[in-house]
């Protein structure tokens, strides 16, 4: 059976891909997957996986009857052995009965495992319902295969009888991705209805892009955290975060590189502003290990530009082709841009406008005023001497403040101020130091960061000597730091001043449309 998909709105615009989003339904009861079949149906799911061996009890003449019979959304019925990675641990014949039950009664799709599909067909005999698709599927929960290993996998699940072929393997690292996409778009060249997904968080980009590729379909969960397979999104992120309906061949791709780089807000802030655009384009979270490698493997210009954020910055500007004056002074950039023409990449800084701008618009709030910058003249403490706090630091030296870095290991902080002068110290020392007070102080780490929100880089009895303490961290909005410099008095600029500042200018790289300033505004009001 072909599953109609129609070209309908769906809250963000029009439907551009015939990709389904297929909900994984795992319950103890019938009358519990019959309440999430609808809520699948409400949230935005075009097919339900119902997983028969997550039910507690079963009888399977009536509950696929009935199951059948509520069911508002087409269906795929799974019964997953143990040895594959699900809950059933009974003998086979019964499985395969309860399975060919479901096709009798008009199931749309049916999952058997590679391992156990020539069994399967030996017990079917040949009796099988032209309606139902038999999906059969391989399962690699430690690893993805070489390209050639995968190409062979999918000629064996093919030689299986397969209408659909379907195969998960999980990332090691985020370039394996690459060879799914490879095999994906090789199978849509032969016209081979094909499911490929990579999991773990390395391999979100395989269930996001499908519709790029030509996926048959991609899982999305109505909860976050109740998942069938690791990393997967929910149907409310693939919809409204990815903007998922709106990806097609042409779509394309940008993100966020960084390690960690789950709590980014960047996809909700680019996305949004890509739909409200008409721009064909999609912003992902990256979790990338080996930086030169991930460019090596994502060479085409599909993949068109990203942003950089911890432990990446420094890496980054050592891999483009050209970079900023501004971003080789500062040593880090983090906003990459892979040039259309030549395929080269080009890298730029932005964060330090983004941190300066800000900081500067809260001295004015505190009455600073006149033509020159209010940070002229100011002590600058900079917390960390990766790349954003070169860029801080370089920032607050071009408006002629005067820079102090303060590293955990005091070496690199003098790194840093031999390059653009200053004084270094170890993070320890600024529990003592204060020469002067209405001094500024900027942390570029990640200490205090989700979910490490109980820590902070200066105890609270330091901060009473500074006037405006500013926290690139902007998950949480108010750190530990921040409020601890609320306490004590002084002017605070939260990280979200910053992170709206350097997107204006990564975004119009991105699109070469103008940064909707307000937009980004409203978005990371409710941050």
Same mark, same amino acid.
């Given at each position: 059976?072909?599953?109609?998909?129609?070209?309908?709105?769906?809250?963000?615009?029009?439907?551009?891909?015939?990709?389904?989003?297929?909900?994984?339904?795992?319950?103890? #009861?019938?009358?519990?997957?019959?309440? *999430?079949?609808? $809520?699948?149906? %409400?949230?935005?799911? @075009? =097919?339900?996986?119902?997983?028969?061996?997550?039910?507690?009890?079963?009888?399977?003449?009536?509950?696929?009857?009935?199951?059948?019979?509520?069911?508002?959304?087409?269906?795929?019925?799974?019964?997953?052995?143990?040895?594959?990675?699900?809950?059933?641990?009974?003998?086979?014949? #019964?499985?395969?009965?309860?399975?060919? *039950?479901?096709? $009798?009664?008009? %199931?749309?799709?049916? @999952? =058997?495992?590679?391992?156990?599909?020539?069994?399967?067909?030996?017990?079917?005999?040949?009796?099988?319902?032209?309606?139902?698709?038999?999906?059969?599927?391989?399962?690699?929960?430690?690893?993805?295969?070489?390209?050639?290993?995968?190409?062979?996998?999918?000629?064996?699940?093919?030689?299986?009888?397969?209408?659909?072929?379907?195969?998960?393997?999980?990332?090691?690292?985020?370039? @394996?991705?690459?060879?799914?996409?490879?095999?994906?778009?090789?199978?849509?060249?032969?016209?081979?209805?094909?499911?490929?997904?990579?999991?773990?968080?390395?391999?979100?980009?395989?269930?996001?892009?499908?519709?790029?590729?030509?996926?048959?379909?991609?899982?999305?969960?109505?909860?976050?955290?109740?998942?069938?397979?690791?990393?997967?999104?929910?149907?409310?992120?693939?919809?409204?975060?990815?903007?998922?309906?709106?990806?097609?061949?042409d779509t394309k791709v940008f993100g966020i590189i960084g390690k960690p780089v789950s709590h980014s807000k960047s996809p909700k802030l680019y996305n949004r502003a890509f739909r409200e655009d008409g721009f064909n384009g999609v912003f992902l979270h990256l979790l990338v290990d080996d930086l030169p490698k991930f460019f090596d493997t994502y060479s085409s210009p599909d993949f068109s530009g990203f942003s950089c954020t911890i432990p990446h910055k420094e890496v980054a500007l050592s891999r483009c082709d050209e970079v900023d004056p501004v971003a080789k002074s500062i040593g880090a950039v983090n906003c990459v841009i892979r040039r259309p023409n030549d395929g080269k990449l080009f890298g730029c800084n932005t964060d330090y406008i983004g941190a300066i701008s800000a900081i500067e618009d809260g001295l004015r709030e505190n009455g600073a005023s006149g033509p020159v910058s209010p940070l002229a003249g100011k002590l600058f403490v900079v917390i960390g001497a990766g790349g954003a706090g070169k860029a801080l630091a370089y920032g607050a030296k071009e408006k002629g403040a005067r820079v102090v870095i303060a590293n955990r290991t005091y070496e690199r902080a003098k790194e840093l101020t031999d390059i653009i002068g200053g004084q270094a110290l170890s993070l320890a020392d600024l529990e003592s130091f204060h020469p002067e007070s209405g001094m500024i102080l900027a942390n570029t780490t990640s200490?205090?960061?989700?979910?490490?929100?109980?820590?902070?880089?200066?105890?609270?009895?330091?901060?009473?000597?500074?006037?405006?303490?500013?926290?690139?961290?902007?998950?949480?909005?108010?750190?530990r730091l921040l409020g601890e410099a609320q306490e004590v008095g002084a002017k605070i600029v939260t990280g979200v001043e910053m992170f709206i500042g350097q997107a204006y200018e990564q975004y119009e790289r991105f699109t070469g449309l103008p940064a909707p300033k307000q937009l980004f505004k409203e978005i990371m009001g409710d941050h």
């Open positions: 059976m072909e599953i109609a998909v129609e070209s309908m709105a769906s809250g963000v615009g029009m439907r551009k891909n015939q990709t389904l989003i297929c909900a994984p339904l795992m319950a103890d #009861t019938v009358d519990q997957v019959v309440n *999430l079949m609808h $809520k699948s149906k %409400a949230t935005g799911a @075009d =097919i339900v996986e119902i997983r028969l061996d997550h039910l507690k009890s079963f009888d399977p003449q009536s509950d696929i009857q009935k199951l059948m019979k509520e069911c508002p959304l087409p269906t795929l019925f799974t019964y997953r052995p143990i040895w594959e990675g699900g809950q059933y641990d009974g003998d086979e014949n #019964t499985r395969f009965n309860a399975l060919q *039950l479901c096709m $009798k009664l008009g %199931a749309d799709h049916i @999952d =058997i495992e590679l391992k156990a599909a020539h069994e399967f067909n030996k017990f079917l005999n040949g009796d099988k319902p032209e309606k139902c698709k038999v999906i059969v599927s391989s399962h690699n929960y430690d690893s993805t295969p070489s390209s050639e290993e995968l190409g062979n996998l999918v000629a064996r699940i093919q030689a299986a009888g397969a209408d659909i072929v379907k195969f998960a393997t999980t990332a090691v690292d985020i370039t @394996d991705v690459a060879r799914v996409f490879q095999i994906t778009v090789h199978c849509q060249s032969f016209q081979v209805p094909i499911i490929a997904m990579v999991m773990g968080e390395r391999g979100l980009m395989s269930r996001i892009l499908c519709p790029k590729f030509g996926g048959y379909l991609t899982f999305g969960t109505l909860e976050a955290g109740k998942v069938s397979a690791p990393g997967q999104p929910t149907i409310e992120q693939l919809l409204n975060l990815y903007n998922f309906r709106l990806i097609d061949s200490i205090g960061m989700q979910p490490k929100i109980e820590e902070t880089p200066v105890p609270k009895e330091a901060l009473k000597h500074y006037e405006l303490v500013f926290d690139a961290v902007y998950t949480p909005k108010i750190t």
